[in-house]
């Protein structure tokens, strides 16, 4: 019985070690990455293992690998010159078989140079920015309202600001002497002025009667630029000088012909705005009416009279004729807004006639009414 326990005790003893991880077992490295400064490394680093396995870290994130449980050496290389890693040194590391064993890097990167501001008023801002000189030697370019940063190798520098466009200036030198210090990042502001290239033509349309709505285009020395009706359209870009104005307005309206003299300014911090306005009066624009007759069969030898009258108990006692209408033709006639009653007279009896009688026509609209005409 003894032994029998024994050889019970020796089995459940190997069933328990087999169940954990043996110690060739593999973990895992998380490795993390931290960079600060002002200049961190461009090309990121390079994590060895045990002088074999290699990662590839950025400067700034977490990776994973896998190696075997126990312990190990790892170190980070291809740190720059100006950064340092306290702990990039070798390290011993004991990796938990079937666990994460984190290992964290550290990396100062402090910038050595300038970090230069361009503060930009006024209007009109130069489009492509400027340009940084160091040493008068062009380096880089720079937003307007932009900040640029210069690594420089310490000593005494002179940093320039060229390539403004002809309207903004630097206020006080373009150019300031500046000592660099080791791993020391030194702050340089300019202040751009910035005045207007052009100015704004301001156009008042007043209008008077019915139907001012249409196509106005005011013209500045002959180039158009669209306008709307009883408002001010503003105008921009308009070189400085001296202008002439004039309003081209739709045909049911006058007014705007007479052209007006302006002059716009520039050159200030503060956007000149010639203002002119133009009085127009509109009168009710008439519609456009097309009456077809689609005939089939033989068609009548003389054409159809075409009748028309305004909508009401005394319509048909006071028609009016609009004209006269060849078979499978079509008549076109100016209407006055309305309502009216339309039809066909001369038709032969022997044609059936199918077509409407009513219609209405509004502002500016072009109605077209079609008439069947069945002839045997």
């Known amino acids: 019985m003894r032994h029998h326990s024994l050889l019970v005790l020796a089995a459940g003893l190997a069933m328990a070690c087999d169940d954990g991880p043996g110690p060739s077992a593999e973990g895992t490295l998380v490795i993390s990455t931290t960079t600060t400064g002002d200049h961190p490394d461009p090309d990121g680093y390079l994590l060895v293992v045990d002088d074999l396995d290699t990662l590839e870290l950025d400067v700034s994130d977490t990776a994973e690998l896998e190696v075997a449980g126990g312990p190990h050496t790892v170190q980070l290389l291809g740190v720059a010159d100006h950064c340092s890693a306290p702990t990039g040194a070798p390290l011993e590391v004991d990796v938990t078989p079937g666990g994460r064993t984190p290992v964290e890097f550290a990396v100062?990167?402090?910038?050595?140079?300038?970090?230069v501001t361009a503060t930009t008023t006024g209007l009109d801002f130069d489009e492509d920015g400027y340009r940084l000189t160091v040493n008068a030697v062009d380096r880089e370019?720079?937003?307007a309202n932009g900040v640029a940063l210069i690594f420089l190798e310490p000593g005494e520098r002179t940093i320039g600001v060229t390539g403004l466009a002809p309207n903004c200036a630097i206020e006080g030198p373009g150019s300031r002497s500046v000592t660099v210090v080791?791993?020391?990042?030194?702050?340089l502001d300019f202040a751009v002025t910035c005045t207007a290239r052009s100015g704004v033509v301001g156009v008042a349309i007043a209008t008077s009667g019915v139907d001012p709505e249409g196509e106005y285009t005011a013209l500045v020395d002959g180039t158009g630029y669209a306008a709307r009706p009883d408002r001010t359209t503003y105008?921009?870009?308009?070189?400085?000088?001296?202008?002439?104005v004039t309003l081209d307005v739709p045909s049911n309206c006058s007014g705007g012909t007479d052209p007006q003299s302006i002059t716009v300014t520039a050159g200030t911090?503060?956007?000149?705005t010639a203002e002119v306005s133009f009085a127009v009066t509109c009168v009710t624009r008439p519609g456009t009416l097309r009456v077809t007759a689609l005939t089939t069969g033989t068609p009548s030898p003389t054409d159809y009279s075409v009748w028309i009258c305004e909508e009401g108990f005394y319509c048909r006692f006071y028609p009016h004729l609009l004209g006269a209408l060849d078979p499978n033709g079509t008549l076109t006639a100016t209407v006055e807004p309305g309502s009216y009653e339309i039809w066909?007279?001369?038709v032969p009896r022997t044609c059936?006639?199918?077509?409407?009688?009513?219609?209405t026509i509004a502002l500016r609209d072009t109605v077209d009414v079609v008439y069947a005409v069945s002839c045997p």
């Open 344 to 346: 066909l007279e001369d």
């Open 352 to 359: 059936e006639l199918r077509g409407p009688s009513l219609f």
């Open 269 to 272: 911090t503060v956007r000149d």
């Open 141 to 143: 370019g720079i937003p």
């Open 182 to 187: 080791d791993r020391v990042i030194v702050p």
């Open 235 to 244: 105008l921009s870009s308009i070189a400085p000088g001296d202008h002439v």
């Open 108 to 115: 100062e990167c402090p910038g050595t140079g300038v970090s």
